[in-house]
């Protein structure tokens, strides 16, 4: 077992999608260069998955499927974005 941390980019949208070694833990969430990222310990021979993460505004609704608080990330145009995972939904998938 090889660990590691990686960054992913995280599209601001509803739900992001990561690709990362399955089983990654989620340890932080900040702005680099104007775009939002996930930083996440990982084990690099596990096999790759896809997880989705919840981005939520403030004052935008939560629906209660958003998971674990990962984070809250204010971004340099003054948006604050917080970040949840629910564990759940990662799945794994073939490399192509």
């Known amino acids: 077992m090889s ?3 990686w960054k992913f980019n995280l599209p601001i949208d509803d739900t992001s999608v990561a690709v990362m ?3 990654a833990i989620p ?3 900040a702005e680099q260069h104007g775009a939002l990222y996930l930083w996440a310990e990982v084990d690099e021979s596990a096999p790759i998955a896809q ?5 939520r505004g403030t ?3 939560l629906r209660g ?3 674990k ?3 809250t990330v ?3 145009g003054g948006l604050v974005w917080h970040v949840f995972n629910d564990g759940i939904k990662a799945r794994k998938r073939e490399v192509q």
Request: glycine share 12%; proline share 8%.
């Open 27 to 29: 340890l932080a969430v």
């Open 74 to 76: 204010v971004m340099t």
């Open 59 to 61: 004052g935008h609704p």
């Open 51 to 55: 997880r989705e993460f919840h981005i």
């Open 21 to 23: 070694p399955e089983h």
């Open 69 to 71: 608080y990962i984070g």
């Open 3 to 5: 660990r590691a941390i």
């Open 65 to 67: 499927n958003e998971g």
